[in-house]
């Protein structure tokens, strides 16, 4: 079960009760979909992590000089995953009688065996017993064992059926759409498309990485080749999808000029990157050397960015805050200036090698003032070293300066971001409930917020505690409200909130210039505004 399904039963979910049968209680803590706050979805993730480390493990059983040496903990391992999947077929057959599929039919456990994902489970361990009975070559062994990829459908089949059902009556374009960019459609499948891609961006780095190690890639290098060109085949389907569908986002609907607008964006001219170099060797390798060009693979890392709201969030406070990080650029930019003119007037006719000229002094002047000090160049005269002492101690101040602006723009786009997801929330529960498309809304919301599904569902209850709290206190009339101080409290909390989140979404500059041009508000009431969103203590 996703996030956004928890976060859609956040209203009627409840702790799995400790009084139920052990079965029962088994079945509700471990394997129910239906409860939110249960262990279902760890199980799934873990499962599915042994899987995977399962694949890795078979692919390098096939490399002599990585598997023979640790035969023995393979062999450990294999068996450590046998004994967990041995466990969880046994277990969830221990359970049929309690799964909604199979307890409304008779025979609920004969039923759960002869289901395709009961069969897929049995597959995965079937071949390790196997061979206690009967002789099976190991090679044959090795590729019986890949049948324990199968069991990655348990998770797959229920998306693509989600998927499936979500895009009944839309066009082929709609559906890929659906698949590569965020939207209402997309659901589970979506999510483990994403996944997909960064299990490989991942994979594709770290074998560029190791390819570097000599006694490494002597040992990989057809491996290394294969990975690489199943990488670049992944990315470029995903490029071709993404520039195909992307005619269905807002702003990019027309058929040439809207797939060019979206070839030139940021994330697509990283996609493009990370496929170029692998193009550019093949086809003119016998024209020009370009093996220099594999080390440009790493761009691919960028393609993470994606997938991750922080560089957005990153961008937002930096075109934000540029007039002051530009001010603070212009000082740090003369303050060296000035120390590389002054170190070459102490230290050229002392160290005329060193400090040969102005530009030659900047090098100096910035590994000073970042207090790194290399210790290649140093000044040797008295008034070069009294320089240095001073500059050090400027440049602690100096260059802190641009890592203070973005960490508190950076802490204060944040709130102002989960200020809008909370006035969301509040729309949304207008109603009184949260839809499964107004769930998936909140999900991609926390994703790039980096809020945790507890910390969202949290949210919700504060915010539905206050919106009740609200409505009764807004039948009150405003005497009697005064008369309980609580009352009174909370609904002068509400009227701030009200403020900060009319700051929020009013043009700022445009009302005070309302407020004040015009005469609408009073001085002392533009000064409470400010201070009301600005944080600040009134001045006395």
């Known amino acids: 079960m996703d996030s956004s399904h928890a976060i859609n039963d956040q209203v009627h979910t409840s702790e799995v009760p400790s009084n139920l049968p052990i079965r029962k209680r088994l079945y509700s803590a471990l394997l129910d979909p239906h409860i939110g706050d249960n262990h279902h979805k760890q199980v799934d993730k873990w499962i599915g992590l042994l899987i995977v480390a399962n694949l890795f493990a078979l692919v390098f059983e096939h490399v002599p000089a990585i598997y023979d040496p640790y035969k023995q903990w393979f062999h450990f391992f294999d068996l450590f995953s046998v004994a967990v999947f041995t466990f969880e077929y046994v277990l969830r057959l221990y359970l049929a009688p309690e799964d909604h599929e199979f307890k409304e039919r008779g025979m609920p456990r ?81 999510s483990i498309f994403d996944t997909f891609i960064v299990v490989w961006v991942v994979v594709s780095v770290i074998a560029v990485v190791l390819e570097s190690v000599l006694t490494i890639h002597y040992v990989l290098n057809i491996e290394f080749i294969i990975l690489d060109a199943v990488a670049v085949g992944v990315f470029t389907i995903e490029y071709c999808l993404r520039i ?152 602690i101040g100096i260059f802190a300066i641009p890592a203070a602006l973005l960490s508190s723009a950076f802490s204060d786009q944040l709130r102002i971001e989960r200020e809008n997801l909370k006035n969301e929330l509040y729309k949304m529960l207008s109603d009184g409930v949260i839809s499964p498309e107004e769930a998936e809304i909140i999900t991609r919301e926390a994703k790039r917020l980096h809020i945790s599904t507890e910390e969202v569902n949290l949210l919700i209850e504060k915010v539905r505690k206050e919106r009740e709290h609200k409505d009764d206190l807004a039948t009150f009339p405003l005497h009697k409200i005064a008369n309980v101080p609580e009352h009174a409290v909370e609904h002068y909390k509400s009227l701030v909130s009200q403020i900060l989140q009319l700051g929020i979404m009013t043009d700022r500059v445009k009302f005070e210039e309302v407020g004040v041009e015009k005469g609408r508000l009073t001085p002392s009431e533009v000064a409470l505004w400010r201070q009301i969103l600005d944080g600040k203590a009134p001045s006395s």
Not at 140 to 150: N, Q, T
Not at 318 to 335: K, N, Q
Not at 374 to 383: A, E, L, Q, V
């Open 244 to 395: 195909y569908s992307c005619v269905e986002e807002p702003g990019y609907q027309k058929a040439i000029s809207g797939r060019l607008k979206q070839a030139k964006t940021t994330s697509s001219l990283i996609d493009f990157f990370a496929i170029l170099p692998f193009f550019l060797e093949v086809f003119l390798h016998h024209l020009f050397d370009l093996r220099f060009l594999r080390v440009f693979r790493l761009l691919r890392l960028l393609k993470l960015t994606r997938y991750t709201g922080a560089t957005a969030t990153l961008t937002k406070v930096i075109a934000r805050e540029w007039p002051v990080l530009g001010a603070s650029a212009f000082v740090m930019l003369l303050l060296v200036v000035l120390t590389a003119s002054l170190g070459y007037l102490f230290e050229h006719e002392a160290q005329p090698e060193k400090f040969e000229n102005i530009p030659q002094a900047i090098y100096w002047a910035v590994i000073t003032l970042a207090s790194v000090g290399y210790g290649d160049i140093s000044p040797i005269t008295p008034m070069g070293r009294v320089m240095t002492i001073i500059l050090a101690l400027l440049g």
């Open 110 to 190: 004969l039923r759960y065996m002869t289901s395709p994902f009961a069969i897929i489970d049995f597959l995965a361990v079937a071949p390790f017993y196997l061979q206690a009975f009967i002789p099976i070559d190991l090679r044959m062994l090795r590729f019986l064992r890949l049948l324990r990829i199968l069991k990655l459908f348990r998770v797959l089949i229920p998306a693509v059926k989600q998927f499936t059902e979500a895009n009944k009556y839309r066009t082929f374009r709609q559906k890929v759409h659906a698949l590569v960019f965020p939207s209402e459609y997309g659901g589970t499948l979506h």
